[in-house]
Each structure stands twice: as structure tokens, then as C-alpha cells.
């Protein structure tokens, strides 16, 4: 049974959320003859649904307001979590812009009913989604980070590893530039380099993840691990020898090798002013050049 208010008759935003909360109201308290509970629950949570519409249109935020108690009908009333937590998404995208925090809010508690229904594409792609919330609008790294990584591992269970892959790239960046974990990502680059070899179509870029994974390598110090990756490899990947990529890296270990640190900033310096070099790459650089330092003041 389907239940709408014309807009037309019923004028400004207000008058529907007055018959909303009249329908919630009327659903809680009392019994009739002629509707069942279900029914009344049904009839506010569409009311609810109208008056958020309604607001939406007129860009009135409590249109997220309205959108939640629609959420509430539909999960604690009707037993209908699909719903509610389509309704919690919509709330998630008034207070988007405006109220972050809200925003946050609504996005998790909807993730966790398409988890329970069993939704692992939608689980997935909201857990990205509040990865770039907790990123751009809240500045939280670590709770960025830590949304990209279950968002990653839900694209990998529903085999969706091209999905999968940026928020792998991004789990990365932000270990690398919060935590400094250059051992957690340099095993996702390397994981990632390996899926991407049984792939014709992704085999392109493994020299990069090959490249990224043996910078991390770099920055622990342990030159025969180095020296072992990348023999490795070459040997899964026979273009990688010839790209830039390894020639940059062959520099840089016979740099290290010398512990000649200007010259290390120096080659450093050309290799970036040549190539696309994200920010997470320059702190892996500045690591490595720092375990250069820290050698060299213990021979000094």
C-alpha cells in the first residue's frame, strides 16, 4: 500500500514534516479498526520519506533529520534493513556537505546493515566512501586509512580487484604518511604486483608496484633483502630490468653502497623533477636518506 502527500495541496516543507511526525505518533500510541500497525508504520515512514524530499529540494539540511527517522521506521518497525540503511545514505549525502561528523555517522551505521544483509558490493563501496569522508572532510588519516583497508579487503572478497586496487594505493599512502609502516605497504605492493602479472591487461603496471615495493625495501636497510626482490623481480617480470624504474633503483644502491648522501639528494631530486612522484614516495626517499644519515653517524 503506497501512501503520498501532494506537494501541490499541502504547501511548504514544514506541513510535511508536521504529517510525518503526526503519522509517527499515530503509529505508536493506539490501535484502530481500520489499519493494522504495519500499515501506519508504513504510512509515516513514507511521510517521512515525502518530507525529506521535500526539504532536499529546498536544500534544507533537515532533510538528513527526516531521512534518519525514516531509517528508524524501517529497521526497528518494519524490519526492513534494506530500506533503512538506503535511507541512511541518503542522510549521509545531505549532511555531506555541511556536517561531516553526521555525514560519518550515518554512512557507518548503514554499512553495518548492508554487512548484516549481506550486501559485500555495498559494504565495499560505502567503506570507500568513508574512507574519502574521514580523508578530505574530517582530515583523519588514520580512520581513512583504516576505511580504505576494509574497503579493499570487501572488493577482494567479491572479486573486484580492479575496484580493490586504488583503495589498496590509498591504504598505502596514508600507512606510509601517518605511520610511517613502509613494511605493511611495501607487502600490499608486492601483492599487488603479483595479481597484476597474471593479468595481460594490468601486467603494465608492475615495474611502478615493483618500483614502490623495492623503495620500501630501501628504507629498512637490508640491502641482500633488496637485492633479492628485485632479482626476483626481473625474473617475473622480464621488462621491469629495462624500465627507469630499475635503472633509479640500481642508482640508488650503489649511492647507498657509497653512503654518499649529496649524491643521493641529488639523483633523488632529477628522478622527481622528471616523474610523477606522489607525496608518499618523497617520504619513502626521505626515509631511506635518513637510514643513510643514521649510518653514517654511527661510523663518524
Not at 538528513?64 to 530500506?83: F, P, R, T, V
Not at 555495498?122 to 583504516?146: F, P
Amino acid at each position: 500500500m503506497e501512501f503520498r502527500i501532494d506537494p501541490q495541496k499541502d504547501g511548504s516543507p514544514d506541513s510535511f514534516i508536521q504529517k510525518a511526525d503526526q503519522a509517527i505518533t499515530a503509529a505508536s500510541t493506539g490501535w484502530s479498526f481500520f489499519s493494522s500497525k504495519t500499515d501506519k508504520w508504513e504510512r509515516a515512514a513514507k511521510l517521512c520519506e515525502d518530507a525529506a524530499k521535500s526539504l532536499e529540494r529546498q536544500q534544507d539540511e533537515r532533510a538528513g533529520q527526516m531521512y534518519e527517522k525514516c531509517a528508524s521506521i524501517h529497521a526497528n518497525h518494519l524490519n526492513e534493513h534494506l530500506d533503512a540503511a538506503n535511507s541512511l545514505i541518503d542522510a549521509y549525502k545531505i549532511y555531506k556537505k555541511n556536517q561531516p561528523e553526521e555525514s560519518a555517522r550515518c554512512l557507518t551505521t548503514a554499512i553495518s546493515l548492508f554487512e548484516n544483509y549481506g550486501s559485500r558490493r555495498r559494504v565495499a563501496t560505502c567503506q570507500q566512501q568513508l574512507g574519502q569522508l574521514y580523508e578530505h572532510d574530517l582530515r583523519n588519516k588514520e580512520l581513512a586509512c583504516e576505511a580504505y583497508k576494509h574497503a579493499a579487503e570487501r572488493f577482494d572478497s567479491d572479486n573486484t580487484p580492479s575496484s580493490a586496487r586504488p583503495a589498496w594505493m590509498k591504504v598505502v599512502e596514508l600507512s606510509i604518511l601517518t605511520k610511517a609502516d613502509f613494511k605493511g605497504a611495501q607487502k600490499i605492493l608486492e601483492n599487488l604486483a603479483k595479481y597484476c602479472m597474471t593479468s595481460n591487461i594490468l601486467q603494465y603496471s608492475c615495474s611502478e608496484l615493483f618500483f614502490e615495493s623495492a623503495l620500501c625495501l630501501l628504507t629498512m636497510g637490508d640491502m641482500v633483502a633488496v637485492n633479492n626482490a628485485l632479482a626476483e623481480y626481473v625474473e617475473m617480470y622480464q621488462p621491469f630490468r629495462s624500465s627507469p624504474h630499475y635503472q633509479f633503483l640500481s642508482d640508488l644502491i650503489q649511492i647507498i653502497d657509497s653512503g654518499e648522501i649529496t649524491a643521493f639528494e641529488d639523483r633523488a631530486y632529477q628522478w622527481a623533477s622528471l616523474h610523477q612522484t606522489p607525496n608518499w614516495q618523497i617520504a619513502t626517499l626521505s626515509a631511506v636518506k635518513a637510514k643513510m644519515v643514521e649510518k653514517d653517524e654511527d661510523f663518524s
